[in-house]
């Protein structure tokens, strides 16, 4: 992992630490996929709309049947797009404080885009869960990102055609995440995995990596 070196008011040479570092670009990450997510949802609403002009026009003309067919094709993907737009802005505006939830319901609201990820790096993630889910009080964004830089950093070791597991347990009064490979373990912990162990620190819970196994536990009734 890369340091950053800095100078201090005395004039010292410091090294500031890379975990922070990555906290920080992740943080401005956020604020530029919130910044795009709107920049692209107002001209894709405005193609929405003029498409479904278009259509009803088509509908009126002898012939148009043919072309009709396409405009629907092209209405399927502006809907795709607009939902995975909409997934941007669910994940990266912030929240207001803590909120009353589950980890299974944290897991399913990222649960889309890790799938995409899963394609895009030809894997395969299979999610379950087991047991009764207490219910916890956390804040919804840096759960969602726990989560996220977990399954990423695990993403990232897994080969090509294989599949990682991500189960959610519910047990003792507390909701576990694992998230492991299904042959060979891959690293045990890059930096998004350190990150999120800092994150977990800041909600009450704990994040641990061990033999290519990541896990997040969430007690019950954390602020």
Known sequence: MSETIRTDTSGAIAVADPLAVRANKLELLERL?????????????????????????????????????????????????????????????????????????LVEEVMELVQLEARHREARVEYNTEGAMARVRVGRQPARQIILNLVLDALEALPSGETLHVTVRGEDGRSTLTIQASTAPGATQGDRTGVASLLAESVGGQVWAQDGTRTFVLPSGRA
Request: proline share 4%.
């Open 33 to 105: 996929a919130d910044a795009l997510a709107h920049e692209i949802k107002n001209p894709l609403h405005s193609m929405v709309i003029n498409l479904e002009v278009l259509k009803r026009r088509l509908g009126r003309i002898p012939g148009g049947d043919e072309v009709l067919r396409y405009t629907n094709v092209l209405g399927e993907e502006l809907d795709r797009v607009s939902r995975r737009v909409e997934l941007l802005l669910r994940l990266s505006r912030p929240d207001r404080g803590s909120e009353e939830t589950t980890l299974t319901e």
